[in-house]
């Protein structure tokens, strides 16, 4: 377990499934070459530093493992697979889904007090969880397509409702950003917490994957030159 003063780096997910899908293939989305939400992967030795991590344990099911300064605590011990783990040290949680009764559930793990609080109880699949502060958001298989998901800890809000794919949610500050699937390609939305309007951001013609948040400044040197960084 970790303790009250323990810190994480930096999130790093393995994942291993011995099928070829979590759950049935109508429900995968492709978002790239080759690329599915809902695949399996190979384990990745290399990928295996500081940070969060899913992997089988002597049961076979996958579990949530912590390795700080190459040392390995375990923070999951059970008989359902517990994968996509993400650290967030804004609030110190990490989040991850839970294959729970035929479903993937989420989890959220407070690493101060050492405990575990589920979000979901749906009959649906709720997977690919993020936070950022008190906000979790993931992606939630809702009538035969993906939405996205928002939970301030208490009360989980359905963001989209639509019939197209819409996956890999972020947030930072006030902003929420995901992928979106329309019948030409790939969009980001860009969603706004305190309005609650979504704007699309157009693809200039290659695929769009993966939309996060940058940091964007300017660093003036010793001698005075400006760099924006």
């Not at 109880?121 to 950022?132: L, Q, S």
């Not at 996205?148 to 409702?161: A, E, F, K, P, Y």
């Not at 860009?190 to 609650?196: A, G, H, Y």
């Amino acid at each position: 377990t970790l303790t009250a003063t323990t810190t994480v780096a930096e999130a790093v997910i393995v994942e291993h499934n011995s099928s070829a899908y979590q759950f049935n293939t109508d429900e995968c989305a492709v978002v790239g070459s080759g690329t599915f939400y809902c695949s399996s992967t190979e384990d990745s030795p290399d990928l295996l530093k500081d940070g969060v991590f899913s992997a089988p344990d002597s049961d076979g099911d996958l579990e949530i493992f912590v390795r700080l300064d190459g040392e390995e605590n375990k923070l999951t011990a059970n008989t359902v697979d517990d994968s996509a783990p993400y650290y967030d040290a804004l609030s110190e949680r990490i989040v991850w889904h839970s294959y729970i009764q035929d479903r993937y559930q989420i989890v959220s793990y407070d690493t101060k007090t050492n405990e575990p609080t589920y979000l979901t109880n749906a009959e649906y699949n709720n997977m690919e969880p993020v936070a950022y502060g008190n906000v979790t958001l993931w992606q939630a298989w809702v009538d035969n397509n993906w939405e996205i998901m928002m939970s301030d800890g208490s009360v989980v809000t359905q963001l989209t409702h639509n019939t197209i794919q819409d996956v890999s949610p972020h947030m930072r500050g006030g902003y929420v950003v995901w992928q979106t699937q329309f019948k030409d390609g790939w969009k980001v939305a860009v969603f706004d917490i305190e309005t609650k309007a979504i704007e699309y951001i157009e693809s200039e013609g290659g695929l769009i994957e993966n939309p996060r948040f940058v940091l964007v400044y300017d660093s003036t040197s010793k001698g005075g030159d400006v760099q924006t960084v």
